[in-house]
Each structure stands twice: as C-alpha cells, then as structure tokens.
C-alpha cells in the first residue's frame, strides 16, 4: 500500500488549501482512510477521515464546518478542503488508510498501519 500526499503550502489565515492523497495497493472498497495532522512538540491528532465503500465521514471539531473530506472512487483519491485556516491549522497532514470491514471512520493514530509522508501546511496570522 502507498499513500501519497500533496498540496500543502503556506497560507494566510482566511485562506483555502485543498490536500489530496494518492492511494495505490489498497484492494476492494472496503477501508478507512484518515488525515491526520501532527504540530512540533504535540501528538497526531484526528482531523477527518472516511469510509471508502459507505461514504460515512467524520470530522474532529476543531475542523467541523471549515474542513470537507471526500473521496474520488475512480481515481483512487481522497482530498481535503480546508476553508478559513487557521494559525492553529498549522502542521504536517499525514494521509493514512486500513482495512475496514466494518463501516467505522478510525480516528486515532494507532489504527492505520498505512500513512504517506505528509505535507507541511503553515499558516500564517
């Protein structure tokens, strides 16, 4: 399995960002992919994640009604639409994925054996 980030930058705060990951290796539909993000000196934390096969999506609530996630079943992406970023935004977003027979979002960082490389996104005040 392969998870490859892209899209990150350094913003303004107000502005948009939309990362997207890559996936290649993961077979059927039936896995949970997640962004999470992770500031220096904190943990990985949860920020949105999705269902491939149910569409089901969560969100963490520092990022509820700003963020979007959403997948594309043909190309095997999954994006994330940042709206009205925030300093606190900033950080390096790893995508991950994992088997998921049960149609559940995984949200902490324990549960997805699969993670790209991350992107660095900064945002400034």
Not at 42 to 69: L, P, Q
Request: glycine share 10%; proline share 2%.
């Amino acid at each position: 399995v392969q998870l490859e980030e892209s899209g990150g930058g350094v913003v303004q705060a107000g502005a948009s960002l939309r990362l997207s990951c890559a996936a290649s290796g993961l077979t059927g539909s039936r896995y949970s992919m997640g962004w999470l993000r992770q500031a220096p000196g904190k943990d990985r934390e949860f920020v949105a994640g999705i269902h491939w096969a149910a569409n089901f999506r969560a969100y963490a609530d520092s990022v509820k009604g700003r963020f979007t996630i959403s997948r594309d079943t043909a190309e095997s992406t999954m994006s994330l639409q940042m709206n009205s970023l925030k300093p606190e935004d900033s950080a390096v977003y790893y995508c991950a994925a994992r088997e998921s027979f049960a149609f559940q979002v995984r949200r902490t960082r324990e549960e997805y054996p699969y993670w790209g490389q991350g992107t660095q996104v900064t945002v400034s005040s």
